[in-house]
């Protein structure tokens, strides 16, 4: 019925075909497994489960709430709603300080408490991070 050419020329437009379709869905799965969701403290006090991933909290650092230790440094993000007691060890960035916007990665220990192992900080007295400025907003 089909020559010999045709069928060899189905048959490699079908590998290519089935292994772009996999490629695509293996990189699209690790995207998704990197993928480190920004999250206020008034969405995490509304999370019905805690699971061990990593993710990031913004907010406001809460004025009077820095506490230096000799080994680490604990802090209190704010929305003006809720509020997340965070502790990190490290250094902190210069702009970092009270009544400024910061980020913080890391995991949740629970509702209220934070375990950060980076803290991002903004560049200028102007700039806030967007995902910060929407949630301050109630966007």
């Known amino acids: 019925m089909y020559g010999k050419k045709v069928k060899l020329r189905a048959l490699l437009i079908s590998l290519l075909l089935v292994s772009a379709i ?54 209190v993000i704010t929305d003006f709603k809720n509020e997340i007691n965070v502790s990190y060890s490290g250094s902190v960035p210069n702009l970092f300080e009270e009544g400024k916007g910061v980020v913080a990665e890391g995991f949740l220990k629970d509702r209220n408490f934070f375990i950060a192992d980076k803290i991002l900080a903004k560049h200028d007295e102007n700039y806030m991070p967007p995902e910060v400025k929407e949630a301050l907003e109630g966007k």
């Open 22 to 75: 996999l490629s695509i869905f293996l990189v699209l799965k690790s995207l998704e497994e990197n993928v480190i969701y920004f999250q206020s403290p008034t969405e995490i006090r509304n999370l019905s489960e805690i699971d061990n991933k990593k993710i990031r909290v913004g907010g406001m650092v809460k004025d009077n709430s820095i506490l230096i230790n000799p080994d680490k440094i604990t802090f």
